[in-house]
């Protein structure tokens, strides 16, 4: 047994920045071809600036009995979150309501039908010895939809700036065995063994023998109890 100790050498932790963001696009079951329902298709996001979490629910309705407080009954928990970026994948446009006109010719029609995704990023673990460089987080958010958002166009003068795009960003949670469902897994890997992330990163991230997807969290404890 030892006494609490506060600011050791080492713990000052904090969390920063956003970087290797993923696009991963939605596509149905395919019998014919061996191809199961899932989020494939991964892209890099490029000038990804910020993914702003916003969770809602979790709220409790109290119940009276025997003139007392009885109980709270909380309601379910929903996760949402907005995205910015300076600029998106090609393949964001189907999931923002656009569609090409002709296929190939990049002239594009509004008020489509938006495509489900799926998204991955990064945040940086920092602490007062390795600064920013300690560890980081990768954030896996599911079954994404984006909503109609404001795209504000000015002319140039003299404070240019670069237009920053943004997207309210609404989920639905998928199954996960022994728990309840859910939208968002973190995995941190200051805590994960290095075989183990690095086998989930190839499946993220692709490599020389197959593409890159987003696995769903029943294959990743699969991957955690085994590696």
Not at 7 to 29: C, P, Q, W
Not at 192 to 207: F, N, S
Request: net charge negative; glycine share 8%.
């Amino acid at each position: 047994m030892a006494a609490i100790v506060w600011d050791k050498t080492g713990e000052h932790l904090y969390e920063t920045g956003v970087d290797h963001g993923v696009l991963y696009l939605y596509h149905d079951a395919d019998t014919a071809n061996n191809i199961t329902a899932g989020f494939g298709d991964g892209v890099a996001w490029n000038g990804l600036t910020a993914v702003n979490e916003s969770p809602s629910g979790a709220e409790a309705t109290p119940l009276y009995a025997d003139n007392i407080k009885y109980l709270n009954l909380m309601s379910a928990e929903e996760y949402a979150c907005s995205i910015e970026a300076y600029t998106y994948p090609d393949e964001f446009e189907e999931c923002d309501g656009s569609a090409e006109l002709v296929s190939g010719t990049g002239v594009y029609i509004g008020q489509q039908p938006r495509k489900l995704f799926g998204l991955c990023y990064r945040t940086l673990i920092g602490d007062d010895v390795h600064g920013s460089k300690a560890g980081y987080k990768l954030h896996i958010v599911y079954n994404c939809q984006a909503s109609p958002s404001e795209k504000s166009h000015a002319t140039v003068n003299d404070s240019p700036d670069a237009v920053q795009f943004s997207w309210d960003v609404n989920t639905t949670p998928v199954e996960v065995s022994g728990g309840q469902p859910t939208a968002t897994i973190v995995i941190d890997s200051t805590k994960i063994t290095e075989a183990k992330r690095t086998a989930i990163e190839k499946i993220l991230y692709g490599d020389t023998n197959a593409e890159p997807r987003l696995p769903y969290p029943n294959e990743l404890a699969q991957i955690l109890s085994t590696q």
